[in-house]
């Protein structure tokens, strides 16, 4: 490829991240998904962690994450 040949630095460098990255660039090309909700959520996970500064076993960790990332609804209905 020719940007491996150019004399500029950052352009050498932006064409390894691209041949790197090729097979998900790709990837995303074809099926238009990322993984972005994912990270989002291992995020969320990794936060409410931190928060805890440690459970007393994994059942409480999975029970918290179960309650801040499981969406439910937990308010009464109004009738």
Same mark, same amino acid.
């Given at each position: +490829?020719? +940007? =491996?040949r150019s004399d500029l630095a950052p352009m050498r460098k932006v064409g390894g991240l691209i041949q790197r990255h090729l097979e998900n660039i790709l990837t995303f090309c074809r099926?238009? %998904?990322? =993984?972005g909700v994912a990270e989002g959520l291992n995020?969320?996970?990794?936060? %409410?962690k931190r928060k805890a500064c440690g459970y007393r076993n994994r059942e409480h960790f999975k029970t918290a994450i179960y309650f801040f990332c &499981? &969406? $439910? =609804? $937990?308010?009464p209905a109004s009738s």
């Open positions: +490829v020719w +940007v =491996n099926h238009r %998904i990322t =993984n995020s969320k996970i990794m936060a %409410i &499981g &969406g $439910l =609804n $937990l308010y």
